[in-house]
């Protein structure tokens, strides 16, 4: 099993930046892959990035992409959002989320591999 805790959150003006980091418990976090969700109000979750378990591969949501970036630290058993220009819309709730297979992560439902807890980004305009 897998625990992971967000983290990172917080209230920041329109351009700036944040970066979320998920903690992840155990000793096989490097055979996951890890992804990035987002639920803004009214909305369901929706996928926002995804990085392989070496690192070697990672996509995003076309929505993200040029200002979003995921990295992971293996030996520290965290990965990473970087945000930068924030924008009103980033405003959501983030979750991080583990998958065994990276092609699942982007399809991932709250049944499958493990969840976060979610921060709070909340961007002012």
């Known amino acids: 099993q897998v625990q992971l805790v967000d983290s990172g959150g917080g209230l920041v003006q329109a351009g700036g930046s944040l970066r979320l980091s998920c903690a992840a418990s155990?000793?096989?976090?490097?055979?996951?892959?890890m992804g990035w969700f987002r639920q803004a109000p009214g909305e369901e979750r929706a996928f926002v990035a995804a990085?392989?378990?070496?690192?070697?591969?990672?996509y995003y949501a076309d929505s993200v992409k040029g200002r979003f970036t995921i990295s992971r630290d293996n030996a520290k058993n965290t990965v990473y959002l970087q945000i930068d220009s924030l924008k009103p819309e980033d405003t959501a709730v983030y979750y991080c989320?583990?998958?065994?297979?990276?092609?699942?992560?982007?399809?991932?439902?709250?049944?499958?591999?493990?969840w976060g807890q979610g921060t709070q980004v909340t961007v002012s305009s």
């Open positions: 155990g000793r096989t976090f490097g055979s996951y892959a």
């Open positions: 989320a583990a998958n065994q297979y990276l092609s699942r992560v982007p399809i991932m439902t709250s049944a499958d591999g493990y």
């Open positions: 990085i392989s378990q070496s690192s070697g591969a990672t």
